[in-house]
């Protein structure tokens, strides 16, 4: 059970820190588009990276956030800022990069940010709301910094969705004892072909019923 447990963990932390360099290159990416210097590079990439976990640790009383008691995750963030910063496609094309590593995150860390809440005692509903936060915490950041609208707020795009619904499996995975690295890692796969499908043939949640008169 012990070595079950330990392998639950492992599996937890390199999870985690394949969200935090695949947000930090999201950050990145969007701030090579927007011409920022090195040092605007890696205030992105950090913020997107470590964003959702600190709002997360923070809510669910964890303090200090795991990511200012483990160096592990600024140290993957600062990676991929010199990936970026020193290989890189040019700014008209990191959209398409900047989605997909976009996608790997919120995929990640709805699954590792649910998971964490669960196990401070949160329940599945509540777990399952602060794994959203965690997913879409960091995009917001990056984009409010980047000076663009947040993606979650974009009527064009599915973004929340696919992370609550990786979220809303991971939480009822735990409440039915069924969680473990290869359940976890079906979750988060899951949630990122969701969004890389909406992506790729532009789905779209409903949008309220207009009347003409508000259309002018």
């Not at 990640?108 to 965690?134: M, Q």
């Amino acid at each position: 059970m012990a070595h079950f447990d330990s392998a639950v963990n492992t599996a937890q932390h390199v999870g985690e820190l394949f969200g935090v360099f695949a947000f930090a290159t999201s950050g990145a990416l969007l701030a090579v588009r927007r011409g920022f210097d090195v040092f605007g590079i890696v205030v992105l990439a950090c913020s997107t990276a470590l964003g959702g976990g600190v709002i997360r640790d923070l809510v669910i009383g964890r303090t200090p956030p795991a990511s200012f008691v483990d160096l592990s995750y600024l140290w993957t963030a600062l990676l991929a800022a010199a990936v970026i910063f020193f290989w890189h496609p040019s700014p008209r094309v990191t959209g398409g990069p900047l989605g997909v590593a976009d996608a790997f995150g919120l995929g990640l860390f709805c699954v590792t940010g649910t998971v964490i809440a669960y196990n401070h005692g949160l329940g599945a509903p509540s777990a399952t709301l602060l794994g959203l936060v965690t997913a879409i915490g960091g995009g917001v950041i990056r984009d409010l910094l980047g000076g663009q609208t947040p993606s979650v707020l974009i009527p064009e795009q599915i973004y929340a969705v696919p992370a609550l619904v990786g979220a809303t499996a991971t939480a009822t995975l735990l409440h039915f004892n069924a969680y473990n690295p290869i359940t976890g890692a079906c979750a988060a796969l899951g949630a990122i072909v969701f969004r890389l499908l909406a992506m790729r043939y532009d789905w779209h949640a409903p949008q309220a019923r207009r009347r003409p008169q508000d259309r002018a």
